[in-house]
């Protein structure tokens, strides 16, 4: 089956599931414009299986473009399949996918959820495999795209959960902290919420020399997995 071919069933079979009553929850949900089909998730899931089962064998320049045609429509789901599909293939994620994916954020992503998708899975992937890619996002919290900078927080989640690269990890934070973006805000506060398990002290002590330039929003989420004293701490002035 070529490209084509599979991304025209895809658009079939979701054409199949469309909820219109889904749908109208998805763009409440979202709070703002979301071009969608209006599938569940069970349904959805269904035609991710269908399509890895296809791509799996398939050449990687193959594969890319059938990702590209699912950006270009544009909707929801298409882009929340290219990130499940493509998170099978995390083990060989490098500098290339990498390039691969920030492309996709400056063409195609839109919405939060594409974003933490191509972050949190797929540039992750590539930043786990080569750690020195992580030094490609400090540049980003500049971005003036918000998707970006929110980006250059999520991408680095797995690396925060497992305890690794924490002042890197600080250094991109306090570039995010002064953005007054929702979106940015709550992406660099679920950093620092995924940095404090593996790291509380360091990360309390960062929070408590840096809340003057975070926001209130900022910080709740960054004290959701904190001890009931540290939170207190944190969040008491």
Known sequence: MSPQALAALVH???????????RTGQQRFFQHEVDSYGVRTVNLNAVIREVYREVKPWPVPQRDAFMKLMWETGKLEPGALVCHVYRRFGRSCGEAEFRLFERWLDRYVHNWAHTDGVSSWLLSACIANQP???????????????????????????????????????NIASRLLPDRDDMVEKGVGWLLKETYPARPGETLAFLLDSRNAASRLTLRYAAEKMTPA?????LSS
């Open 230 to 234: 540290h939170r207190r701490e944190l």
């Open 12 to 22: 079939q079979r979701l054409l199949n599931h469309v909820d219109p009553d889904f």
């Open 132 to 170: 020195d890619l992580r030094l490609e996002l400090m540049p980003w919290t500049e971005s003036r795209n918000r998707w970006k900078r929110r980006a250059s927080a999520v991408a680095l989640l797995q690396e925060a959960k497992h305890g690794r690269h924490t002042e890197f990890i600080f």
